[in-house]
């Protein structure tokens, strides 16, 4: 250790250098001609003076960290509902996985990591506990559309939670979901849509493998055919290269035909063999009961919703979803205990 230090003590004079932030956004203009470029932002609702040292991106990205959103991200379900494994997957390891994909694709493209990065850990802070059961059982209550997770994660660095981001990291956690239109204004946002779906395909299939829902001789042959066997990180590496190969070849971030067949087949068979298998729906009708009954509750009781989510200018229902929603998995279930399961009566 001593050696080491003295080692450095030696170093010449200069040897490190602060790298400010107008040589960082000088870097950017290496990148490839359809990347966005931080010191061309579309700006934030509100102006700011310039950080000294960060980009515009790279200030999103260090707010969306150290924001209560990402913190909870860590006791929400990704599929298994409040699993006992230590092993399973969660919101939080999704969110970080979905972030290296999204920078691995956007270093290879030239694009700007992070911007990805800022929308790959936002991605997700929008989401309910229990998972997508939690966001069925949020619209069970919206009487025009659907309520959706990415439509709340702006809400939170909007309203809740505000952090005054730039509209490019807003957008790409709004249009991050496939099922939302329009889609990303960024290419940026695009690999996260791609890397989202990379991540929780392959994360789900191990999970189901590891719990023993299905094995490894069950998935379709044309899947395996395409993509191999999934062992380690191979279909990892295969969907990522059959981005990166189409992306350039196209000029635009997309995926190779036959690689994003096989996705979508291997996608069907992952809702009928994991997703919808009666245990899954069997819970997940639980969980939708837990749901609508702490709803059901604080709107009949909406002084016992907390401050933080008291939105002078938001109709009590609103203010209701926003506090269940930002619930984890394990606050909503100890809530209800307490609500309605109380211990120590006789």
């Not at 229902?317 to 926003?322: H, I, K, N, P, T």
Request: charged share 30%; aromatic share 6%.
């Amino acid at each position: 250790m001593n050696d080491t230090i003295n080692e450095m003590a030696r170093q010449p004079a200069g040897a490190l250098g602060a790298i400010d932030r107008k040589a960082r956004e000088a870097r950017e203009e290496a990148l490839a001609p359809i990347a966005t470029r931080a010191l061309r932002t579309r700006g934030r609702a509100r102006e700011e003076e310039p950080d000294p040292l960060r980009t515009e991106f790279q200030r999103d990205r260090d707010r969306i960290l150290h924001s209560k959103a990402f913190r909870r991200l860590k006791h929400k379900t990704q599929v298994f509902i409040n699993p006992e494994g230590d092993h399973f997957v969660t919101r939080m390891t999704h969110t970080l996985q979905v972030t290296q994909i999204g920078r691995a694709l956007a270093a290879a493209l030239g694009l700007n990591e992070d911007l990805t990065e800022a929308i790959g850990l936002a991605h997700d802070c929008g989401h309910t506990p229990f998972g997508h059961t939690g966001e069925a059982a949020l619209s069970d209550y919206i009487t025009d559309g659907e309520w959706l997770h990415s439509e709340q994660g702006v809400r939170i660095f909007e309203v809740l939670e505000p952090r005054n981001l730039t509209r490019e990291v807003l957008d790409g956690i709004r249009a991050h979901t496939w099922r939302v239109k329009p889609p990303p204004q960024t290419p940026e946002g695009w690999v996260v849509r791609f890397a989202d779906r990379i991540a929780y395909l392959n994360h789900d299939l191990h999970d189901a493998l590891r719990a023993g829902v299905i094995e490894v001789s069950d998935l379709p042959g044309e899947v395996v055919g395409e993509l191999g066997r999934p062992d380690g990180g191979h279909w990892i590496r295969v969907m990522i290269e059959a981005v990166i190969e189409e992306s350039i070849k196209r000029g635009r971030v997309a995926m190779s035909a036959p690689v994003l067949l096989a996705m979508g087949r291997f996608r069907e068979f992952m809702f009928e063999r994991v997703y919808l298998r009666p245990e899954a729906c069997a819970q997940a009708d639980r969980a939708r009961g837990v749901i609508h009954q702490l709803i059901d509750h604080h709107l009949a009781h909406p002084e016992l919703v907390p401050d933080s989510y008291r939105i002078a200018e938001a109709p009590v229902l609103v203010q209701v979803l926003d506090y269940v929603a930002g619930m984890t998995d394990r606050y909503a279930l100890n809530l209800h205990d307490r609500l309605f399961r109380p211990r120590g009566l006789v």
